[in-house]
């Protein structure tokens, strides 16, 4: 609610405050970059995907299998996981092998793993 939110009772204004965090703020094209990854997480068959990508490489139609969903679904969403830097495939035979793409990957999705369970920073 809004009245649980608290407001200065006055106008005021840090001037070395907001300074200082200005210089330090990434680019607007970066911060821009930061909002369009946080898109892709919030999509619940992406997360699905990672989540499963985060325990073991997967091809296309062992994780449809896994989440009961076609390979032309799964692929749509590995296209745009891919598209987003998220995760890497490689040429096994005629198989194509998913994995996340990084560990930066890994240690986004571990964090917001722990911070919806509420478990603390290590």
């Known amino acids: 609610m809004l009245d649980d939110i608290e407001l200065c009772e006055h106008e005021c204004s ?5 300074e200082r ?3 330090i703020m990434p680019a ?4 821009y970059d930061v909002a369009e990854l946080f898109k892709v997480f919030g999509d619940s068959t992406r997360t699905k995907i990672l989540t499963a990508l985060f ?4 091809c ?14 799964i692929s749509h969403q590995l296209r745009i996981l891919r598209q987003n830097k998220l995760v890497k495939a490689r ?3 005629k198989e194509v092998i ?11 999705f571990k964090m917001a793993i722990d911070h919806v369970e ?5």
């Open 14 to 18: 840090h001037i070395e405050v907001i």
């Open 91 to 93: 040429k096994s035979g």
């Open 55 to 58: 325990e073991n490489e997967m």
């Open 28 to 31: 607007e094209d970066v911060i």
């Open 21 to 23: 965090v200005r210089q």
């Open 118 to 122: 509420g478990k603390d920073c290590e």
């Open 60 to 73: 296309v139609c062992d994780i449809g299998k896994l989440l009961n969903m076609t390979k032309s679904a």
């Open 98 to 108: 998913y994995s996340l793409a990084d560990n930066h990957v890994k240690i986004i």
